[in-house]
C-alpha cells in the first residue's frame, strides 16, 4: 500500500542553522511528492514539489527538498531556520488509483517544527 | 484570485446533531476534496469531487457526506454527530487535471462536538 512517513513529531533547532524535516515513502511507480506548511489556525499551504527531473527542488520561503530515490526520501531543509518558520509541515503523495485512473493524496502524520530564538 | 473560502471558520454542536460545511474553490478549479485533520491521526481524506460527481472516497462512514454544484462550490454533510467529529475540516481544490498536482486549500472549518 501506498504511503508517507514522518518520522519525527518535532524537530527543534535553533535560528540560524540549518534545518531538515525528514520524510519517506512508499508508492509504485515514479512518485509526485510534495511539501505543505501549516501555520496555527490556518489552511494548509503548499511549497514544493516533485515531478520529474533534478532531484533538488526549490520553493517557496527558502525552502528546498531532496529527492533520493534509493532511500525513498524527500526530506525538507533550509540552509538558516528562522523563528517564522515555526510550523507544522507535511509530506504528502500523490497516489494512482488504477481502478478508476485518477488520483488521491496521501499526507504524513505532520511535523512539528520549532524554531528557537 | 481569491482563494479557497470554508464557511463556518468555527461551529459547536451538540452529539446527535448534523452540520453542514461550505467550501468555494479557486476559480477554475474544477476539483473539490475534502480532509479531516485531528492530532492524532494528521489528515484523512474524505471524498473529492469534480465536475459534480464524487470521483474518490476515503474510509468513512455514511454519516459523511458531500456534494459539489456546478459552479464547483461544495458542501459537506455530517450527520448523527459524534464526539470524536470535532476536528479541523479541510477542503483544497485543484485544476483535477493531471499535470499540476498541488492543492490549495482553505483555512478551514473548526467543529467542535459537545
Known amino acids: 500500500a501506498q504511503s508517507v512517513a514522518q518520522p519525527e513529531d518535532q524537530v527543534n533547532v535553533a535560528e540560524g542553522n540549518p534545518l531538515t524535516v525528514k520524510c519517506t515513502y512508499s508508492v509504485s511507480g515514479n512518485p509526485y511528492l510534495f511539501w505543505y506548511v501549516q501555520y496555527p489556525n490556518r489552511g494548509l499551504q503548499f511549497l514544493l514539489k516533485?515531478?520529474?527531473?533534478?532531484?533538488l527542488v526549490k520553493g517557496s520561503y527558502g525552502f528546498e527538498a531532496e529527492f533520493n530515490k534509493s532511500q525513498t526520501s524527500f526530506h525538507l531543509k533550509k540552509p538558516s531556520a528562522l523563528v517564522s518558520d515555526s510550523a507544522l509541515y507535511f509530506c504528502?503523495?500523490?497516489?494512482?488509483?488504477?481502478?478508476?485512473?485518477?488520483?488521491?493524496?496521501?499526507f504524513g502524520t505532520g511535523t512539528r517544527l520549532k524554531v528557537l530564538a | 484570485k481569491a482563494g479557497v473560502t470554508q464557511t463556518p471558520r468555527y461551529l459547536i454542536k451538540t452529539r446527535g446533531q448534523q452540520v453542514t460545511l461550505s467550501c468555494s474553490p479557486i476559480?477554475?478549479?474544477?476539483?473539490v476534496s475534502w480532509y479531516q485533520q485531528t492530532p492524532g491521526q494528521g489528515l484523512q481524506f474524505l471524498f473529492e469531487y469534480f465536475s459534480e460527481t464524487q470521483r474518490n472516497k476515503g474510509n468513512f462512514p455514511g454519516r459523511f457526506s458531500g456534494r459539489q454544484f456546478s459552479n464547483s462550490r461544495s458542501e459537506m454533510n455530517v450527520s448523527t454527530l459524534e464526539l470524536g467529529d470535532s476536528a479541523l475540516y479541510l477542503c483544497?481544490?485543484?485544476?483535477?487535471?493531471?499535470?499540476?498536482?498541488?492543492?490549495?486549500f482553505g483555512e478551514g472549518s473548526r467543529l467542535t462536538v459537545l
Open positions: 483544497a481544490s485543484s485544476s483535477g487535471q493531471e499535470n499540476t498536482g498541488e492543492l490549495f
Open positions: 504528502a503523495v500523490r497516489d494512482r488509483i488504477r481502478a478508476s485512473g485518477t488520483y488521491k493524496y496521501i
Open positions: 476559480s477554475g478549479h474544477r476539483s
Open positions: 516533485y515531478i520529474t527531473g533534478d532531484n
